[in-house]
């Protein structure tokens, strides 16, 4: 069914409506509004309409951004609330008051920036709700003269535990209030255990237990947790999916539930993002079916609906172009929804924002490709026709899905602004109507409420920068920001450098398979590598000046007086070429962060207890050591105790001692951005060593894969799961290590360790990897909410690499497991292979399959039982794409490595 809109002015329909058709189906409607409405870009004015003014009509009040707070008073008639993250102050904050302070720190609430909130909490701002709380104590004194609850019981508990009280007894009226609850006496201790401890699944377990009987306002405490690992996280939605099957949440409790809901999906697990969409269809038509004072309005049912558009399209932190796909498909249900709605629901506009942003992010369909080939090699990049066929195709058929958006937009009585602008920079037009290049974005930094003219201004020739395909392009399109009327900013010098460092890393990378490289279908915008120059010289750019290098540009910025931001540093520094540059380049930024900075430098940050440091900023730190390091030494986990001058000296002059501190700082701040770990990892695994002559080999491959195992427990330790390039590099490294045992270069009792642990240990890995562990056959329902929780799927090269070491250990029980697995999720796969475009990878996993079966990849030499082989074979053959079991010539060339391993 076509998604119907209303002019945000009347509220009236649209009278008329055609379906505009992407990715195979119904996205937006064009719509013609019910009032006389100056339309920005009715394709034959689109050029004399951008040169009047606009915005005149008003759009209906939505609050502040996203998932941050509003102090505006709900429209339900129910008391004040806090947007969408408010919560129940007198259960959860009461509970969080009473904890000793290193629970508390287990919870906090989101802070103001979209972009950076998690790692803000993570590492110690300070936030209102745990600060204004005051004492255990008093808390339980103020609730000593209230109605008995169970969470003023949970809390009496709690603070006699914080007192070391021994004589905790539950008073009579206490014991009467949980009998007539039917709930156990005992049943407190067991939830007071799920609020204190640190392991995120060990809490889900007591509270997903059906015997528990958790009240929903621990449930939503859960949630508010800072850091949870994505098995606890799909225990908690599972059970929250049966549980709302038989009890009813409030308005305020369903606000607060899909808030933090979204906020650990878009951290942790993308997948879910149609499953919390699901959750929230369902859950507001039950309330608005229901005869109570929760029923919500339709001014505030409106604004949450959009609220929840914006948030589904914030990027994740787990692959965030790539997650943009499941972003669509929640936003397309929630439209869905908004459209069958009696009457529909008002899209406002930020949620239009919030839908072109998710398009922003998807790749090109067949249509914007073929206009993105027609782009000359001029700049601007002009449309040349190539043959008779290309004749007649103007901007109606080169504007893109987001383009289209804008368009419905305006079309509902929208007008134009920065924003819309700094969107159509992106989608392929700039505001003078010349081409640039469409490029895939997930609009770094921007937020759907910005309203700051002059600061979408400087994001508006950031965009023109980052919208081109060359450095000299780029750098054109620099030197006009320069004489512009907004002047050198940092914005245009941060994407400047980010064209600069990607054509460096693109000059240092080598491909010797290039015809089995999966990009080379990409096209210009769909990477952030820059394309060579064009050959002929009447078709370059020109330009007054020459392409400066990476350093010559922060010079040239440091000249205009113009102060690095923090982004600006955490970029550069992993490109300084040494450390001396890298000292000098941070050392002004000293006082930066709390002083962080400084004591980062002076290594005194291994004994600060808290970090106001955000992620990216060591994570480049990290980035840096891990990059000019050596590994001359073993790290250890021992404390450094040396003096700070010994510190900087060693710093400077001691490659291995820059590991070693690198090592040290990632088990002291135990980071919750996974791409620290594995920046780690990788340069454990394929960097240099420079260790004497009396560690051989096998000594190396077995001191990596020892550093590797106490690094997975430590981020076990720190709630942050396994991801898919570290999963790849513990295969890589458990397979160097299994051979050297297997070759007897290793003592006797760790090689049978080895290799009797080694099959368990990554058959484990994978399950939390994939979340298989989660039995979703219980749980098929015809209801949205309690529908199967999806399961990751791996990108195919790790599958690979999953198989090999399968193959090594002569896992032949774990082989068959594993194309079970691919055959229970083939659509899945079939996703995977649609973003590769190339089926030789999927090609590859399955004769890998074959050849570990066939004992080819085993250290025994010998294969599988024939019954097993068999059982195998026909489940690959029943998959019709999968084309087959592979052949003998196929295994042959795979063996030996002309097929590409």
Same mark, same amino acid.
């Given at each position: 069914m076509p998604l119907t809109f209303f002019t945000a002015a009347s509220g009236s329909p649209c009278r008329s409506r055609a379906t505009v058709r992407l990715l195979g189906f119904s996205l937006l409607p064009l719509t013609r509004v019910a009032r006389p409405c100056r339309s920005p870009y009715p394709f034959p004015l689109l050029r004399s309409h951008l040169s009047t003014a606009q915005a005149t009509t008003s759009e209906p009040d939505i609050g502040l951004p996203g998932v941050a707070a509003s102090d505006k008073p709900s429209s339900t008639g129910s008391t004040p609330r806090k947007g969408l993250v408010h919560i129940q102050a007198s259960r959860t904050h009461l509970i969080i008051g009473a904890l000793p302070e290193s629970a508390r720190d287990l919870y906090g609430v989101e802070a103001k920036s979209k972009w950076h909130g998690d790692s803000q909490i993570e590492h110690g701002r300070k936030n209102a709700p745990n600060g204004q709380l005051g004492s255990a104590s008093r808390i339980a004194s103020a609730l000593s003269d209230k109605p008995v609850s169970l969470h003023g019981i949970l809390v009496r508990y709690i603070t006699s535990l914080s007192a070391d009280s021994t004589n905790y007894r539950l008073t009579d009226k206490e014991k009467a209030f949980l009998q007539l609850s039917a709930y156990p006496e005992d049943i407190i201790k067991q939830w007071a255990e799920s609020v204190l401890i640190s392991n995120s699944v060990s809490a889900a377990e007591i509270l997903a237990d059906a015997k528990s009987r958790a009240p929903m306002f621990l449930i939503m405490l859960f949630l508010r947790r800072r850091r949870v690992r994505k098995r606890a996280l799909g225990m908690i939605?599972?059970?929250?999916?049966?549980?709302?099957?038989?009890?009813?949440?409030?308005?305020?409790?369903?606000? $607060?539930?899909?808030?933090?809901?979204?906020?650990?999906?878009?951290?942790?697990?993308?997948?879910?993002?149609?499953?919390?969409?699901?959750?929230?269809?369902?859950?507001?038509?039950?309330?608005?079916?229901?005869? *109570?004072?929760?029923?919500?309005?339709?001014?505030?049912?409106?604004?949450?609906?959009?609220?929840?558009?914006? $948030? @589904?399209?914030?990027?994740?932190?787990?692959?965030?172009?790539?997650?943009?796909? @499941?972003?669509?498909?929640?936003? @397309?249900?929630?439209?869905?929804?908004?459209?069958?709605?009696?009457?529909?629901?008002?899209?406002?506009?930020?949620?239009?924002?919030?839908?072109?942003?998710?398009?922003?992010?998807?790749?090109?369909?067949?249509?914007?490709?073929?206009?993105?080939?027609?782009?000359?090699? *001029?700049?601007?990049?002009?449309?040349?026709?190539?043959?008779?066929?290309?004749?007649?195709?103007?901007?109606?058929?080169?504007?893109?899905?987001?383009?289209?958006?804008?368009?419905?937009?305006?079309?509902?009585?929208?007008?134009?602004?920065?924003?819309?602008?700094?969107?159509?920079?992106?989608?392929?037009?700039?505001?003078?109507?010349?081409? *640039?290049?469409?490029?895939?974005?997930?609009?770094?930094?921007?937020?759907?409420?910005?309203?700051?003219?002059?600061?979408?201004?400087?994001?508006?020739?950031?965009?023109?920068?980052?919208?081109?395909?060359?450095?000299r392009e780029a750098w054109a399109c620099f030197l006009e920001s320069e004489s512009s009327a907004t002047g050198p900013c940092p914005e245009a010098y941060y994407a400047m450098m980010e064209k600069l460092?990607?054509?460096?890393?693109?000059?240092?990378?080598?491909?010797?398979?290039?015809?089995?490289?999966?990009?080379?279908?990409?096209?210009?915008?769909?990477?952030?590598?820059?394309?060579?120059?064009?050959?002929?010289?009447?078709?370059?750019?020109?330009?007054?000046?020459?392409?400066?290098?990476?350093?010559?540009?922060?010079?040239?910025?440091?000249?205009?007086?113009?102060?690095?931001?923090?982004?600006?540093?955490?970029?550069?520094?992993?490109?300084?070429?040494?450390?001396?540059?890298?000292?000098?380049?941070?050392?002004?930024?000293?006082?930066? @962060?709390?002083?962080?900075?400084?004591?980062?430098?002076?290594?005194?940050?291994?004994?600060?207890?808290?970090?106001?440091?955000?992620?990216?900023?060591?994570?480049s730190f990290i980035h840096a050591l891990c990059r000019l390091g050596r590994f001359t030494v073993i790290p250890t986990l021992r404390p450094m105790a040396i003096s700070k001058h010994q510190h900087m000296y060693r710093l400077e002059h001691d490659k291995g001692y820059l590991l070693q501190y690198a090592y040290q700082l990632i088990?002291?701040?135990?980071?919750?951005?996974?791409?620290?770990?594995?920046?780690?990892?990788? *340069?454990?695994?394929?960097?240099?060593?420079?260790?004497?002559?009396?560690?051989?080999?096998?000594?190396?491959?077995?001191?990596?894969?020892?550093?590797?195992?106490?690094?997975?427990?430590?981020?076990?330790?720190?709630?942050?799961?396994?991801?898919?390039?570290?999963?790849?590099?513990?295969?890589?490294?458990?397979?160097?290590?299994?051979?050297?045992?297997?070759?007897?270069?290793?003592?006797?009792?760790?090689?049978?360790?080895?290799?009797?642990?080694?099959?368990?240990?990554?058959?484990?890995?994978?399950?939390?990897?994939?979340?298989?562990?989660?039995?979703t056959s219980l749980h098929r329902s015809e209801d949205q909410a309690t529908r199967p929780l999806p399961q990751h799927i791996p990108p195919l090269v790790v599958l690979h690499a999953y198989v090999r070491t399968l193959g090594f250990f002569n896992d032949f029980e774990g082989i068959y497991s594993f194309i079970v697995w691919m055959e229970e999720h083939k659509a899945g796969i079939e996703f995977r292979l649609s973003e590769h475009r190339n089926k030789r990878w999927l090609r590859r996993v399955l004769i890998a399959v074959r050849a570990?079966?066939?004992?080819?990849?085993?250290?025994?030499?010998?294969?599988?039982?024939?019954?097993?082989?068999?059982?195998?074979?026909?489940?690959?053959?029943?998959?019709e794409s999968w084309e087959g079991w592979p052949s003998d010539q196929e295994v042959e060339l795979y063996m030996s490595n002309k097929y590409g391993r």
């Open positions: 939605m599972r059970h929250l999916g049966h549980k709302l099957q038989s009890e009813a949440v409030t308005w305020a409790q369903l606000e $607060a539930i899909v808030t933090q809901l979204i906020r650990h999906a878009r951290v942790l697990w993308p997948q879910t993002f149609p499953w919390i969409s699901n959750l929230v269809i369902t859950e507001v038509t039950r309330l608005l079916g229901a005869h *109570t004072g929760q029923r919500p309005g339709l001014p505030a049912l409106t604004r949450f609906c959009n609220r929840c558009l914006s $948030a @589904f399209s914030v990027p994740a932190s787990v692959h965030p172009v790539q997650s943009a796909a @499941f972003q669509q498909k929640a936003q @397309f249900k929630l439209l869905d929804f908004m459209a069958r709605h009696d009457p529909p629901l008002i899209v406002s506009r930020i949620g239009f924002r919030a839908t072109m942003r998710v398009q922003l992010a998807h790749p090109k369909t067949s249509q914007e490709r073929d206009w993105a080939l027609l782009k000359g090699p *001029t700049w601007p990049p002009w449309i040349q026709e190539r043959t008779g066929l290309d004749v007649g195709k103007n901007y109606a058929y080169g504007a893109s899905r987001a383009s289209h958006i804008i368009h419905r937009m305006y079309e509902g009585g929208y007008g134009n602004g920065p924003w819309e602008n700094l969107a159509q920079m992106y989608a392929g037009w700039d505001t003078d109507l010349s081409p *640039t290049i469409q490029t895939r974005t997930i609009l770094p930094g921007m937020s759907n409420y910005c309203t700051n003219k002059k600061r979408l201004e400087r994001y508006l020739w950031a965009a023109r920068i980052r919208t081109t395909r060359t450095r460092a990607s054509s460096e890393v693109v000059q240092k990378e080598k491909h010797p398979r290039e015809e089995h490289r999966e990009d080379r279908h990409l096209l210009p915008g769909d990477v952030k590598e820059v394309f060579p120059d064009p050959d002929s010289l009447y078709d370059s750019v020109y330009i007054s000046e020459p392409v400066p290098s990476l350093g010559q540009l922060y010079d040239r910025m440091k000249k205009k007086g113009i102060q690095p931001t923090r982004r600006v540093l955490a970029l550069l520094m992993k490109f300084a070429p040494d450390v001396r540059a890298l000292l000098d380049l941070i050392g002004p930024a000293r006082s930066q @962060f709390d002083g962080d900075v400084g004591r980062l430098l002076d290594g005194s940050i291994l004994q600060q207890a808290r970090i106001s440091m955000p992620c990216y900023f060591w994570t088990i002291k701040i135990l980071p919750s951005h996974r791409a620290t770990w594995t920046v780690f990892l990788k *340069t454990l695994l394929f960097s240099p060593w420079n260790l004497d002559r009396s560690h051989h080999q096998a000594d190396k491959a077995t001191i990596q894969y020892r550093i590797l195992d106490d690094i997975l427990d430590k981020m076990k330790q720190a709630e942050v799961d396994i991801d898919d390039e570290q999963f790849k590099i513990v295969c890589i490294a458990l397979r160097n290590a299994a051979l050297f045992a297997t070759q007897g270069r290793l003592p006797p009792d760790d090689a049978r360790k080895l290799i009797s642990t080694g099959p368990r240990r990554i058959r484990s890995l994978f399950l939390d990897l994939t979340n298989a562990y989660l039995d570990g079966m066939e004992g080819k990849l085993g250290y025994r030499g010998q294969g599988a039982p024939d019954e097993l082989s068999l059982l195998v074979k026909n489940r690959v053959e029943e998959v």
